[in-house]
């Protein structure tokens, strides 16, 4: 991230496929099987990428932050990752060491992985899948981590009250206009703090 900070001229696809590419899969090395837990390091490296490219200060709510430029905080990408793994463990063939593990963790199903993936699944609305054992559509999972989250966002912004004209113009997490156009680093800063 250090090395485009001298470039005020990235448009918001470009920076968000240089973190996805570059920056999210260190953040989620091996999230598979470690996402459900939290770690504020993760949070404030994606929340300061964000910062920078919308050019507002660090006081800025976290709400406004992922409300503009439409993006889910990084615990949701990491149960995204642990949804992911399910689904290989599920088709694993049954005589490997791995899928007798989980096997033993699914029955177990206390205190360990496999309570969290169920705790995720039934939070996102996805529980049968976690009861019948079986393998997930991840567009499917990816729009009902989309759908939990608008939610939780929705409730944030009524408790925010530095946001309450913002809040008048925005009432729907999603990705604005004006974060798109092709603008400097200053120019997006001054549409982000209108």
């Not at 503009?68 to 990491?78: A, E, I, K, N």
């Amino acid at each position: 991230m250090a090395k485009i900070h001298n470039n005020k001229y990235f448009g918001f696809m470009s920076y968000e496929k240089l973190f996805s590419s570059c920056v999210a899969p260190i953040l989620d090395y091996g999230a598979g099987v470690w996402g459900y837990r939290k770690f504020q390091a993760i949070y404030n490296i994606q929340n300061r990428a964000i910062r920078y490219f919308l050019g507002v200060h660090r006081f800025t709510p976290i709400v406004f932050l992922y409300g503009d430029v439409g993006r889910l905080p990084s615990q949701f990408r990491r149960w995204f990752c642990m949804l992911r793994y399910w689904n290989k463990l599920i088709c694993f063939e049954d005589d490997r060491i791995t899928k007798m593990a989980f096997n033993l963790d699914y029955e177990r199903c206390r205190d360990n992985w496999c309570s969290e993936v169920k705790h995720i699944m039934n939070q996102i609305g996805i529980g049968q899948y976690y009861d019948t054992k079986c393998a997930i559509d991840l567009g499917l999972v990816e729009s009902h981590l989309t759908n939990f989250y608008s939610e939780i966002w929705k409730d944030s912004l009524e408790n925010v009250p530095k946001l309450r004209t913002y809040k008048t113009f925005k009432n729907d997490f999603g990705l604005e206009n004006y974060v798109l156009f092709n603008l400097s680093k200053a120019e997006r800063s001054h549409m982000a703090q209108l």
